[in-house]
């Protein structure tokens, strides 16, 4: 059998208005989803389980402290006052569950237990969270209080509906969904009402992410050759930039990346970057 060959990984910030790239850290290890602090002075990610932070500037990653919790995946996020961190971990029963944690690390408190639960937004208000969950064979976006209780369902169609991110005055909640046979952006009220679509094009869209300006959304989109329904690893794809105002769309990078690349928020706090990993096979 032929041997799966490794990745290295290079954290990026792309700006917005030259789309140059600078490099924060590139690793022989694979690193996925940077997150962006709300002062701007640090980015958090996920490898092999476990988080690290890093000064923006680069330097060397820290471990950040989560207890039990060693099997987290790449759907982490920060709370909009920067105190609190969210993360999405398999430890306890091998579906991924929401769980919270203070932002220097500390024991993770479980908010979703039922799982698969995936967390991808957090309201502009700090009070709900927003994640793609699978309930009965279908996967949905749902909301649940950042203290826990019931999970309310957002969407209901058939087939995957993902990403979910807030907008910045909490009013929408960005997704994606392939309720057309395409992967695309939608847009929604915060309740759920009002789905309408944002892209229209001959790729797959995923992982909408506004800008805190309100102006923007990026997003990474996959090839037509990729299932509508996966986002996986080491593929060719876009990252794309889109007007709120205008609508008009354009290719802020073409990278080797996919799944791990912007999976969560990862705007810096002025709306000028965007963090983002890319990948390299190794010969």
Known sequence: MAQKKAVQSTLQTISLSSFERDTIYHTQEHIEAPN???????????????????????????????DFAKRINNDHGISPDGTQLVISDQTETGKSLIYTLPIAGGVPK????????????????????????ERNGNYDIYTIAVE??????????????????????GRYVYFNSMRTGTM????????????????TDELHDWFPHPSPDGKWIVYVSFGIEVPADKHPANK????????????KVQVMAKLFGGQGTINVPSWSPDSGHIAFVSYRLNE
């Open 148 to 169: 826990g209780g019931k999970e309310q369902r957002l969407t209901s169609t058939e087939g995957l509906d993902d990403g979910p991110d807030y907008s910045p005055d």
């Open 184 to 199: 695309q952006v939608w847009r929604m009220r915060s309740d759920g009402t009002h789905q309408e679509q944002i892209t």
């Open 110 to 133: 479980k908010i979703t237990p039922l799982g698969p639960s995936y967390w991808h937004g957090w309201s502009p208000d700090g009070k709900t969270l927003a994640y793609c969950a």
């Open 236 to 247: 060719n794809v876009q990252l794309r930039l889109m007007n709120l105002e205008t609508g």
């Open 36 to 66: 962006w602090s709300p002062d701007g002075k640090t980015l958090i990610f996920n490898s092999k389980g476990l988080l690290y932070t890093i000064p923006v500037q680069g330097g060397t990653p820290e471990l950040i402290p989560t």
